[in-house]
């Protein structure tokens, strides 16, 4: 895929996401704006187009998949890593909320707005010589892709970028990701 070709695909989902992408206000609280995908997902071409920009993250220019492996975060990042990971030949990996996998985890808190969370990972889910994609619906503050960056790096693997269907460019997520290279759809 040549440079172009990566535009191209990181426009089309540009444009699934503005047509189908509904506001929804004052949810889940009075002065949010909610992003509902759900549209987005129901529509086999928009789910489609979105599926390919996110996946131009993780090409190099000549087509050919930079990654083995793409990590979902929870909940709404796993509806779109896996198909992403199956669109780069790679395999998926959920990052879940603590308490949630089964066998022994990674594990990383990180601090949000109202307190703190805590992120897992399976230990022998990514490893060394592991090239990692993270995939999720929104960056807001950057917190829960930070520990995502932090649980893949202490597996071992290198993390490629991020690919977002929207950051929210009147949050901090810059600062707390420093040079990881983030592909964002669309910026709100």
């Known amino acids: ?37 759900t549209p987005l997902l129901a529509d086999h071409d928009g789910l489609r187009s979105v599926v390919g ?3 131009s993250a993780g090409r190099r220019p000549d087509g050919t998949a930079a990654v083995t492996k793409v990590l979902g975060m929870e909940a709404r990042g796993f509806i779109l890593a896996a198909p992403v990971a199956l669109e780069l030949g790679a395999g998926f990996v959920p990052v879940r909320k603590a308490g949630k996998l089964p066998r022994e985890t990674h594990a ?14 399976h230990r022998d889910a990514v490893g060394p010589g592991d090239r990692v994609l993270l995939v999720d619906d929104v960056l807001a ?22 690919a977002v269907l929207m950051d929210l460019s009147f949050l901090p997520w810059r600062e707390a990701l420093g040079g990881v290279e983030v592909t964002s759809l669309l910026t709100i």
């Not at 089309?12 to 047509?19: D, H, N, T």
């Not at 990383?108 to 990972?121: H, K, P, Q, W």
Request: charged fraction near 25%; glycine fraction near 12%; proline fraction near 4%.
């Open 53 to 55: 920009g996110l996946a």
């Open 108 to 121: 990383v808190s990180y601090d949000l707005e109202y307190g703190s969370a805590t992120l897992e990972v």
């Open 141 to 162: 503050t950057g917190g829960t892709a930070r520990a995502t960056c932090e649980l893949a790096e202490a597996c071992g693997a290198e993390v490629v970028g991020i």
């Open 1 to 37: 895929m040549s440079p172009l070709a990566g535009d191209a695909a990181r426009e089309a989902g540009r444009e699934a996401l503005r047509r189908l992408i509904i506001d929804v206000a004052d949810f889940p609280e009075p002065g949010v704006v909610f992003k509902d995908i």
